[in-house]
């Protein structure tokens, strides 16, 4: 229900505070190959993905479950959504327009977008490559006239026309390069204005400048004939299969597909600033250059540095509709891991106890038995209406009948289901809801419950 990359991003932060305020060892260890595929086998025994895949820089695959489709086999080749781990393939393609002094960090975007746009500005202040790439820009996570037809693939319809609207209507409500907040809005403006530099789509100006040179063959937006007969099917958190998602316009924050094969590639040339030029030019991306709203936390070019270890990792994750995906390293350590799973259940645990084994693992929790009962439409009436949980953050609830719908911001609408008169809960994903009404009997707010956290949302 929470949006998929805010989500991952808000319990990884929890869980590095947590890690951060404990003792930890001082020596640094990884698991052992069988206890690797230990992990991974329990992730399939409690339903927790369908088929996982986990790579070593070392080039050691490891594999558990299928991928749900006869013909399919999960190996280093597989292919796989990787949704925001998109955005430090961006990242590098910025680093590498830099180092060509095609673009400068503290470009305005606007420069590179239409004269037409008026992208929004603040105290006298313009949206720079730089807060794009560091999350600091002040635009939300998603534009709020993205309004899809087909829910099972939110971004497929959104178009150029529809962003530049958004921009030059927006009013930002923070000083830019205040603070940090997750955008795919900001980082898929910047592959954007990247590509129109360039003169080039997003994917051909990606495919020319970083994924060919390192020999990534197998990661790309669109799929062709071998690629689409290796791509394992996503699922939902239920294990349904699940629609793939396409993403036009905001290309550079989630539409590539890869492999763990190529991603390896990848982790390799960030590993050794010195094989190639490229390999220097991948470098420029890792250094911290603001903070995010935690203490263990900075962020690079997109790229996230975790330092609740007592030595950085630096790593993304990714989330589609069917797939979750993270890619990490610690680079004085030479120690690189990629996490792929086509099932909607983050691996980011896994991603950081690979790399240290410290990292404690999400233990599995058994599913509570939900039952379903009927609700007066009466009732359930008093419950519509738009709820805040954060500033650029609603959820929006109709009634259709005797059913009740909860819709969050650039998200599907789904059906919710009454297990009392005030609570409800969703069949796609382990969440639920809960009303609250004032001392005069009026529904005020509603309580969102999920991944362990319960965030209230302040009826408008």
């Known amino acids: 229900m929470i949006p998929n990359k805010r989500v991952t991003v808000v319990l990884t932060l929890a869980a590095s505070a947590a890690l951060a305020a404990s003792t930890l060892p001082a020596q640094v260890t990884v698991p052992s190959d ?110 709020s006239n993205l309004n899809p037809k087909d829910q099972t693939n939110p971004y497929a319809d959104y178009t150029v026309d529809q962003l530049y609207a958004f921009l030059s209507g927006y009013e930002l409500t923070r000083d830019i390069g205040a603070q940090y907040e997750y955008s795919n809005l900001g980082v898929g403006l910047l592959g954007h204005a990247l590509a129109l530099r360039a003169g080039k789509s997003y994917e051909d100006l990606l495919t020319e400048r970083i994924l060919r040179p390192l020999g ?157 009962i009927g609700v007066d439409p009466a009732v359930l009436e008093t419950y519509v209406g738009v709820y805040q949980l954060a500033p650029n953050f609603d959820i929006a609830v109709t009634r259709e009948a005797a059913s009740l719908y909860v819709q969050a911001t650039g998200q599907p609408k789904v059906q919710v289901f009454a297990e009392s008169p005030t609570e409800f809960f969703l069949k796609e994903v382990d969440a639920q809801i809960t009303f609250e009404k004032d001392s005069a009997g009026k529904v005020t707010r509603l309580i969102l419950h999920q991944g362990g956290m319960d965030l209230p949302g302040v009826r408008k």
């Open 34 to 143: 069988s206890a690797i595929r230990a992990v991974l086998q329990n992730r399939i025994d409690s339903k927790r993905a369908v088929g996982i895949i986990a790579a070593t820089i070392q080039t050691k695959i490891f594999t558990a479950g299928g991928s749900g489709v006869p013909g399919i086999a999960l190996d280093g080749n597989t292919v796989f959504e990787i949704g925001s781990i998109t955005k430090v393939f961006t990242a590098s393609l910025l680093a590498d327009m830099l180092a060509r002094g095609e673009v400068k960090l503290d470009d305005p975007v606007a420069k590179y977008l239409p004269k037409s746009v008026r992208v929004p500005s603040r105290g006298g202040k313009q949206i720079t490559l730089l807060d794009l790439a560091t999350q600091t820009s002040g635009l939300p996570r998603l534009p």
């Open 216 to 372: 990534m063959n197998d990661t790309r937006i669109t799929l062709g004939p071998s690629m689409k007969s290796r791509l394992a099917p996503g699922h939902s958190a239920s294990g349904a299969v699940v629609a793939n998602w396409d993403l036009p316009t905001l290309a550079g924050a989630g539409a590539l597909r890869s492999t763990a094969n190529d991603l390896l590639n990848f982790l390799a040339a960030n590993l050794d600033s010195t094989s190639t030029p490229l390999g220097r030019v991948l470098a420029m991306t890792h250094f911290a250059r603001r903070d995010v709203n935690d203490g263990q936390m900075r962020i690079g070019l997109n790229w996230h540095i975790l330092n609740a270890f007592g030595h950085p990792i630096v790593w993304h994750n990714g989330g589609t509709g069917g797939y979750r995906s993270f890619i990490g390293f610690d680079d004085p350590k030479k120690r690189g891991v990629v996490v792929l799973s086509d099932q909607v259940v983050a691996p980011d645990d896994i991603g950081f106890h690979l790399l240290d084994e410290r990292a404690p693992l999400t233990p599995a929790t058994a599913a509570k038995v939900r039952t379903e």
